[in-house]
């Protein structure tokens, strides 16, 4: 084991106790936590956490959700979407408050990961809830006061269902930032942007050329995932520029 691998496995073996210090509203389905952790050994744009809630007769359920915020932040933040039929994720979103207390363990990941020491061109591709960890990347360009260059591309149902809506208009007025939504369902009225699935028309339109050699982070679900990364590397990227992270049903 390297240790490069051993700094980023060795935080994830430790369980530590987590203080909610906010739980923000993000769409009808979906929350921010806020969390406090104590020990916490900092994170990298893009990595996740283990989240585990042990019931009042002992039985356990733990899932892995994406670290949303900066590594420049005194918090970490955790966006949970709601599952109907699942375990953990209804009751983060429908139940947890504020001074209730989590485990988590982590930070976990290395491979999708990004540094602004790494420089740009970004493009940032996320299909519904897998914006969170490439949102923790554009919060980190902001923070550190980076010029890299960054496109992002995210698709989502409806404008009710997009994830920091606010915030990827705020970005999107920034130097150097380029926010694009696709609806796949219901557009907003007087909407004149796209309206589809991803696509490798899309794609052809949103991208940097293959030349410019940008690095390429894609999160979403497994189907999204898969089809985009195929699509880009068609289209001439190379596939050691193309990252992914992926989520498909787990139980929620």
Known sequence: MSSATA???????????????????????????LLEVPGWP???????????????????????????SAPEDTHIAVTVERLDDGEVSPYLVDEVRMGDQVEVRGPIGGWFTWNVWQGGPLLL????????????MVRHRRHAGSDAEIRVLVSAKTHEDLLYAAELDSA???????????????APDGWNGFARRVDRAMLEEVAWPPDARPRIFICGPTGF???????????????DRVRTERFGATGG
């Open 7 to 33: 700094a980023t496995d060795a935080p994830r073996a430790a369980w530590r106790v987590a203080d909610v210090r906010a739980v923000v509203p993000e769409t009808p389905t979906a929350v921010t936590l």
């Open 172 to 186: 999107d007025a920034e130097e150097g930032v380029d926010v694009i939504r696709t609806y796949t369902r219901h």
């Open 42 to 68: 900092g994170h990298r744009a893009g990595q996740h956490v283990d989240v585990r809630l042990t019931a009042e007769d002992g039985y356990q359920a733990q899932r892995s959700y994406s670290i949303a």
């Open 125 to 136: 591709v996320a299909g519904g809830s897998g914006l969170a960890p490439l949102m923790a």
């Open 225 to 239: 995932v898969e089809a985009v990364a195929n699509d880009l590397v068609a289209l001439g990227h190379a596939p």
